[in-house]
C-alpha cells in the first residue's frame, strides 16, 4: 500500500509498532488487537489499519522494524584499521540493539506469534544486517586476523553467540549490566581467540 513519506508518519509507525511490541512482550499475542494498541498509542483504530492493514501487517512491520533498528546500529559503527576491533564492535551494537529494544527482540528471533512466518521479500529485507556480520569476519579472515575459515560459517556461529548472550540478558540471566558485559567480553574474547588459531 503507498505510504506518506514524512516525519508524522515515521513518528506514528514507530510508536504504534513500539506500542504493540510492548503488549506482546508483557501480555503474548492475544494482547495484540488494534484497539488495545490505539489505546496505548493514543490514536484511533483507523491510524492501526491505514497503517498496517491488518494484524498480520502489524506483526510483519514490528519484525521489521527490530531489524531496521538493528541495522542502523551496525550502520554507526565506524569502520577502522583493526578488523577484529571492528567485529566486536558490531557485537557490541548488537547487544545495545536488543537491550534498547527487548519488545521486538523475541520477534526478531522467536515465535511468539505463531502464525506469523516471514516470507521470502521479508527474508530479504533483513538479509543485510546479516551480510553486514559476513562482511566483518571476511576483513578478520583476509587480514590474517583468523585463520582462512569460510566466513559464513564462521558469522553462523558468532550470531548464535551473541543471540544466546542476548537472549540469556534479556531474561535477567546474566546478572546486573556489569555482570552481563563481563560475561559478553569473556565469551567473545574465548572465540576470536579460537578463530585466530583456527
Same mark, same amino acid.
Given at each position: 500500500m503507498a505510504r506518506?513519506?514524512?516525519?508524522?508518519?515515521v513518528?506514528?509507525?514507530r510508536?504504534?509498532i513500539?506500542?504493540a511490541?510492548?503488549?506482546?512482550?508483557a501480555?503474548?499475542p492475544?494482547?495484540l488487537?488494534?484497539r488495545?494498541?490505539?489505546?496505548?498509542?493514543?490514536?484511533s483504530?483507523?491510524?492501526?489499519?491505514n497503517?498496517?492493514?491488518?494484524?498480520?501487517g502489524l506483526?510483519r512491520?514490528?519484525f521489521?522494524?527490530?531489524f531496521?533498528?538493528?541495522a542502523e546500529?551496525?550502520a554507526?559503527?565506524p569502520?577502522t584499521?583493526?578488523?577484529?576491533?571492528?567485529? %566486536? *564492535?558490531l557485537?557490541?551494537?548488537?547487544? !545495545?540493539?536488543? @537491550?534498547?529494544?527487548?519488545? +521486538?527482540?523475541?520477534?526478531?528471533?522467536?515465535?511468539?506469534?505463531?502464525?506469523f512466518?516471514?516470507?521470502?521479500?521479508t527474508g530479504?529485507?533483513?538479509?543485510?544486517?546479516?551480510?553486514?556480520l559476513?562482511?566483518a569476519?571476511v576483513?578478520?579472515?583476509?587480514k590474517?586476523a583468523?585463520a582462512?575459515?569460510?566466513p559464513?560459517? %564462521? *558469522?553462523v556461529r558468532?550470531?548464535?553467540l !551473541?543471540?544466546? @548472550?542476548?537472549?540469556?540478558? +534479556?531474561?535477567?540471566?546474566?546478572?546486573?549490566v556489569?555482570?552481563a558485559r563481563?560475561?559478553?567480553?569473556g565469551?567473545?574474547?574465548?572465540?576470536?581467540?579460537?578463530?585466530?588459531?583456527?
Amino acid at each position: 500500500m503507498a505510504r506518506p513519506r514524512n516525519r508524522d508518519y515515521v513518528e506514528l509507525r514507530r510508536e504504534l509498532i513500539d506500542a504493540a511490541g510492548r503488549l506482546l512482550a508483557a501480555e503474548g499475542p492475544l494482547a495484540l488487537s488494534t484497539r488495545c494498541i490505539a489505546q496505548q498509542a493514543g490514536v484511533s483504530t483507523s491510524a492501526v489499519y491505514n497503517l498496517f492493514g491488518d494484524k498480520a501487517g502489524l506483526v510483519r512491520e514490528m519484525f521489521l522494524a527490530g531489524f531496521e533498528r538493528l541495522a542502523e546500529a551496525f550502520a554507526a559503527v565506524p569502520r577502522t584499521g583493526d578488523p577484529v576491533a571492528d567485529l %566486536l *564492535a558490531l557485537g557490541h551494537a548488537y547487544r !545495545a540493539s536488543a @537491550l534498547a529494544n527487548p519488545h +521486538l527482540y523475541e520477534l526478531m528471533f522467536g515465535r511468539p506469534v505463531p502464525e506469523f512466518q516471514p516470507d521470502a521479500e521479508t527474508g530479504a529485507l533483513i538479509q543485510p544486517s546479516f551480510d553486514a556480520l559476513v562482511a566483518a569476519v571476511v576483513r578478520c579472515v583476509e587480514k590474517g586476523a583468523f585463520a582462512p575459515a569460510e566466513p559464513y560459517d %564462521l *558469522a553462523v556461529r558468532l550470531n548464535g553467540l !551473541a543471540h544466546g @548472550l542476548c537472549s540469556l540478558e +534479556l531474561r535477567g540471566a546474566l546478572g546486573d549490566v556489569n555482570e552481563a558485559r563481563r560475561h559478553w567480553d569473556g565469551a567473545f574474547d574465548t572465540m576470536v581467540r579460537g578463530m585466530a588459531r583456527g
